[in-house]
């Protein structure tokens, strides 16, 4: 059992998960508010052993260095890789601080808005022109997506329901996605190919730069669903600049900077399209099992 967790910003936790935590620690803290500093963040950890974080803080050496009771952090949020993630985990492992993560637990509300907003701009609905001067189905659009992890495919799989044309680029070939028709192409081929291009990438992965937004072309569609802008900012703007190109973004962190919702060809809708009720109750599950299992452990 812990002495103590101290959860050091908002981290989606349910009256029924805070419950639950009770049998893994001795005394437990939450704050309802994001701390100001780094500074605050070594204030609010003070002497805990256990930390819950989520992906706005940077946990970085210098503040687990000032946290010498610190043995263990779970992230309430996605760990895909070291590169991706807000904790320096090379750190924490150099010192025996166990360092736990999730994945897969809002993969499913992303899927819908993504339909959903196709759907819309297609039809005409909720006050949108017709994208194509005229009500249009799904049927038949050219779709790419960036990266076929869970998300990738979970909207490729939603995607081909809806009788579109999905191709996808990745680092390694998915053939359980090949043998449903998801076609593989390079991404110097995929970008004038497709209608439109949706990002599901790890956090921090940049992949569209000035030369890619040639490729891709004008009158497209566009959504990122990542958790950082997965182009060059400059380049996008660009982009932009040409009023029949249409992006969707679900928060404003996977947007970029704020001065981008001044265009009007920019939907973001700044809530997170995979922190649904049923998420939350899976990201419970999820924090509460790595606690369970880092006992079981040690």
Not at 73 to 93: H, P, Q, R, T, W
Request: aromatic share 10%.
């Amino acid at each position: 059992m812990f002495n103590k967790i101290v959860a050091i910003e908002p981290v989606n936790f349910l009256p029924s998960g805070k419950e639950e935590l009770k049998k893994y620690a001795k005394e437990i803290v939450f704050y309802d508010s994001l701390p100001k500093d780094s500074s605050e963040i070594v204030k609010r950890i003070g002497d805990a052993d256990a930390i819950l974080i989520s992906y706005t803080q940077i946990i970085g050496a210098d503040i687990l260095s000032k946290c010498p009771n610190l043995k263990y952090v779970g992230m309430c949020c996605s760990l895909y890789s070291k590169f991706s993630c807000n904790v320096d985990i090379d750190y924490a492992e150099k010192h025996n601080i166990t360092v736990t993560g999730i994945r897969d637990y809002g993969d499913e509300g992303v899927r819908e808005y993504v339909v959903s907003e196709l759907v819309q701009l297609l039809h005409g609905y909720s006050g949108n022109d017709f994208y194509y001067g005229r009500a249009s189905e799904l049927t038949n659009l050219k779709v790419g997506i960036l990266g076929m992890g869970t998300t990738g495919k979970i909207v490729a799989n939603a995607l081909l329901h809806f009788g579109c044309d999905v191709y996808y680029y990745s680092r390694t070939r998915k053939e359980d996605m090949e043998e449903k028709g998801v076609k593989y192409l390079e991404l110097v081929n995929l970008l004038p190919k497709v209608d439109c291009l949706c990002s599901c990438l790890s956090k921090n992965v940049v992949l569209l730069h000035e030369e890619e937004f040639k490729l891709f072309g004008n009158h497209k569609i566009m959504f990122n669903t990542s958790l950082s802008p997965c182009y060059d900012i400059e380049p996008f703007k660009k982009w932009l600049d040409n009023k029949d190109n249409r992006f969707f973004s679900d928060t404003l962190m996977a947007l970029g900077p704020k001065e981008l919702l001044e265009y009007k060809n920019v939907k973001c809708a700044n809530q997170s399209a995979g922190m649904t009720m049923q998420a939350v109750e899976r990201l419970n599950k999820k924090v509460l099992d790595n606690i369970k299992n880092y006992f079981a452990e040690v």
